[in-house]
Protein backbone atom coordinates (compact mmCIF):
# COMPACT_ATOMS: atom_id res chain seq x y z
CA UNK A 1 0.00 0.00 0.00
CA UNK A 2 0.91 3.90 -0.67
CA UNK A 3 0.63 6.68 1.91
CA UNK A 4 -1.06 9.47 0.51
CA UNK A 5 1.50 12.03 1.30
CA UNK A 6 0.70 14.35 4.83
CA UNK A 7 -2.30 12.24 5.65
CA UNK A 8 -3.09 8.96 7.55
CA UNK A 9 -4.67 7.69 4.24
CA UNK A 10 -3.44 4.75 2.61
CA UNK A 11 -4.22 3.02 -1.03
CA UNK A 12 -3.19 0.52 -3.60
CA UNK A 13 -5.36 0.11 -6.79
CA UNK A 14 -5.51 -3.41 -8.28
CA UNK A 15 -7.44 -4.38 -11.24
CA UNK A 16 -9.25 -7.19 -11.17
CA UNK A 17 -11.46 -9.33 -13.55
CA UNK A 18 -15.32 -9.23 -13.06
CA UNK A 19 -16.69 -12.19 -10.93
CA UNK A 20 -13.26 -11.87 -8.69
CA UNK A 21 -14.49 -12.64 -5.15
CA UNK A 22 -11.57 -13.06 -2.42
CA UNK A 23 -10.98 -12.38 1.11
CA UNK A 24 -8.37 -10.19 2.59
CA UNK A 25 -7.13 -9.11 6.00
CA UNK A 26 -4.61 -5.85 6.98
CA UNK A 27 -1.51 -6.64 9.11
CA UNK A 28 1.58 -4.46 10.55
CA UNK A 29 4.52 -4.49 7.77
CA UNK A 30 6.52 -7.58 7.76
CA UNK A 31 9.09 -9.18 6.29
CA UNK A 32 7.75 -12.44 5.03
CA UNK A 33 11.07 -13.64 3.51
CA UNK A 34 12.60 -13.80 6.95
CA UNK A 35 14.57 -17.24 7.95
CA UNK A 36 11.76 -19.50 9.60
CA UNK A 37 13.89 -19.10 13.10
CA UNK A 38 13.36 -15.48 12.85
CA UNK A 39 9.71 -14.84 11.84
CA UNK A 40 6.77 -15.37 14.08
CA UNK A 41 3.90 -16.63 12.18
CA UNK A 42 1.63 -17.11 15.37
CA UNK A 43 2.14 -13.40 16.14
CA UNK A 44 1.93 -12.59 12.55
CA UNK A 45 -1.36 -14.08 11.87
CA UNK A 46 -2.86 -12.81 15.00
CA UNK A 47 -2.04 -9.37 14.24
CA UNK A 48 -4.26 -9.50 11.18
CA UNK A 49 -7.55 -7.18 11.59
CA UNK A 50 -10.59 -6.30 9.18
CA UNK A 51 -11.34 -3.53 6.78
CA UNK A 52 -13.35 -1.37 9.25
CA UNK A 53 -15.01 0.13 5.93
CA UNK A 54 -16.13 -2.74 4.14
CA UNK A 55 -19.40 -3.94 5.85
CA UNK A 56 -19.31 -7.23 4.02
CA UNK A 57 -17.54 -10.01 6.31
CA UNK A 58 -16.93 -13.78 6.15
CA UNK A 59 -17.16 -15.08 9.94
CA UNK A 60 -15.16 -18.94 10.20
CA UNK A 61 -17.87 -21.57 11.26
CA UNK A 62 -16.16 -22.64 14.48
CA UNK A 63 -13.83 -21.03 16.75
CA UNK A 64 -11.28 -24.74 16.61
CA UNK A 65 -11.26 -24.21 12.83
CA UNK A 66 -9.52 -20.74 12.06
CA UNK A 67 -8.67 -19.02 9.01
CA UNK A 68 -4.71 -18.57 8.96
CA UNK A 69 -5.84 -15.42 7.74
CA UNK A 70 -7.94 -14.27 11.15
CA UNK A 71 -11.29 -15.46 12.78
CA UNK A 72 -13.39 -12.38 10.90
CA UNK A 73 -12.06 -11.63 7.50
CA UNK A 74 -12.82 -8.71 4.20
CA UNK A 75 -14.91 -9.77 1.57
CA UNK A 76 -14.29 -7.78 -1.69
CA UNK A 77 -16.85 -9.31 -3.82
CA UNK A 78 -17.02 -8.62 -7.68
CA UNK A 79 -19.49 -11.44 -8.63
CA UNK A 80 -22.58 -10.43 -10.27
CA UNK A 81 -24.83 -12.47 -8.16
CA UNK A 82 -24.99 -15.44 -5.54
CA UNK A 83 -22.12 -17.90 -6.05
CA UNK A 84 -24.59 -20.66 -5.58
CA UNK A 85 -26.77 -19.03 -8.13
CA UNK A 86 -26.74 -20.62 -11.62
CA UNK A 87 -25.28 -23.77 -10.63
CA UNK A 88 -26.42 -26.36 -13.54
CA UNK A 89 -27.13 -29.97 -12.63
CA UNK A 90 -26.87 -31.75 -15.24
CA UNK A 91 -28.45 -35.27 -15.06
CA UNK A 92 -29.57 -34.67 -11.33
CA UNK A 93 -27.29 -32.69 -9.27
CA UNK A 94 -23.46 -32.19 -8.23
CA UNK A 95 -22.76 -33.76 -4.18
CA UNK A 96 -20.37 -32.12 -1.90
CA UNK A 97 -19.88 -33.67 1.73
CA UNK A 98 -16.96 -33.07 4.22
CA UNK A 99 -15.45 -35.81 6.28
CA UNK A 100 -12.94 -35.87 8.88
CA UNK A 101 -10.30 -38.12 7.86
CA UNK A 102 -7.19 -39.43 10.02
CA UNK A 103 -3.97 -39.10 8.90
CA UNK A 104 -1.41 -40.93 11.14
CA UNK A 105 1.68 -39.04 9.20
CA UNK A 106 0.02 -36.14 10.35
CA UNK A 107 -0.81 -37.16 13.96
CA UNK A 108 -3.98 -35.68 13.80
CA UNK A 109 -7.42 -35.54 11.54
CA UNK A 110 -8.42 -33.08 8.61
CA UNK A 111 -11.64 -32.38 7.27
CA UNK A 112 -11.76 -32.60 3.32
CA UNK A 113 -14.89 -31.61 1.20
CA UNK A 114 -15.82 -34.11 -1.68
CA UNK A 115 -17.59 -33.08 -4.96
CA UNK A 116 -19.30 -35.55 -6.78
CA UNK A 117 -20.30 -34.18 -10.76
CA UNK A 118 -23.82 -34.61 -11.47
CA UNK A 119 -24.75 -37.45 -13.45
CA UNK A 120 -23.80 -40.90 -13.22
CA UNK A 121 -21.62 -42.64 -10.24
CA UNK A 122 -18.39 -41.86 -10.77
CA UNK A 123 -16.04 -45.03 -11.93
CA UNK A 124 -12.21 -45.41 -11.19
CA UNK A 125 -11.41 -43.80 -14.76
CA UNK A 126 -13.30 -40.54 -13.69
CA UNK A 127 -10.75 -37.40 -13.31
CA UNK A 128 -9.42 -36.20 -9.70
CA UNK A 129 -9.18 -32.73 -8.54
CA UNK A 130 -7.47 -32.12 -5.58
CA UNK A 131 -7.45 -28.67 -3.85
CA UNK A 132 -6.84 -27.22 -0.91
CA UNK A 133 -8.70 -24.98 2.13
CA UNK A 134 -12.22 -26.74 1.24
CA UNK A 135 -14.66 -24.58 3.46
CA UNK A 136 -12.97 -20.93 1.90
CA UNK A 137 -13.76 -22.50 -1.70
CA UNK A 138 -16.78 -24.03 -1.31
CA UNK A 139 -18.17 -21.47 1.06
CA UNK A 140 -16.34 -18.01 0.06
CA UNK A 141 -14.95 -18.90 -3.42
CA UNK A 142 -18.37 -20.38 -5.46
CA UNK A 143 -16.10 -23.22 -6.68
CA UNK A 144 -19.09 -25.95 -6.95
CA UNK A 145 -20.83 -23.93 -9.12
CA UNK A 146 -17.94 -23.03 -11.31
CA UNK A 147 -17.28 -27.10 -11.46
CA UNK A 148 -20.87 -28.21 -12.22
CA UNK A 149 -21.15 -25.08 -15.06
CA UNK A 150 -17.77 -26.59 -16.06
CA UNK A 151 -18.95 -29.92 -16.50
CA UNK A 152 -22.33 -28.56 -17.84
CA UNK A 153 -20.63 -26.15 -20.84
CA UNK A 154 -18.51 -29.47 -21.86
CA UNK A 155 -15.51 -27.80 -20.83
CA UNK A 156 -13.97 -30.01 -18.76
CA UNK A 157 -14.99 -34.03 -18.36
CA UNK A 158 -17.00 -34.92 -15.12
CA UNK A 159 -14.30 -35.21 -12.22
CA UNK A 160 -14.27 -35.90 -8.70
CA UNK A 161 -12.93 -32.81 -6.42
CA UNK A 162 -10.97 -33.48 -3.13
CA UNK A 163 -10.45 -30.45 -1.50
CA UNK A 164 -8.73 -30.80 2.29
CA UNK A 165 -8.89 -28.16 5.22
CA UNK A 166 -5.82 -27.23 6.66
CA UNK A 167 -7.21 -25.09 8.96
CA UNK A 168 -4.62 -23.71 11.51
CA UNK A 169 -2.09 -25.94 10.73
CA UNK A 170 -1.52 -24.42 6.83
CA UNK A 171 1.30 -22.45 7.92
CA UNK A 172 3.03 -25.62 8.76
CA UNK A 173 1.62 -27.93 6.00
CA UNK A 174 2.47 -25.64 3.30
CA UNK A 175 5.98 -24.56 4.54
CA UNK A 176 7.92 -27.64 3.02
CA UNK A 177 6.73 -29.79 6.42
CA UNK A 178 7.84 -33.69 5.81
CA UNK A 179 4.63 -34.98 7.19
Known amino acids: MTN ?20 YTFTRDEDLNA ?28 PDWPSPWGRTVSLLDLAPTDPQAGRSGRDGASQTTVHELRSSALGRSARVYAYLPPGPAPSELTPLVVLFDGWELANIGAVLAVFDNLIAAGTVPPFVAVMPEPGEHRMVDFSFSDD
Open 4 to 23: LADTDIWYVSVRLPRGTRVT
Open 35 to 62: AATSFDSAAHLAGRTVDQYNPKTIRYPA
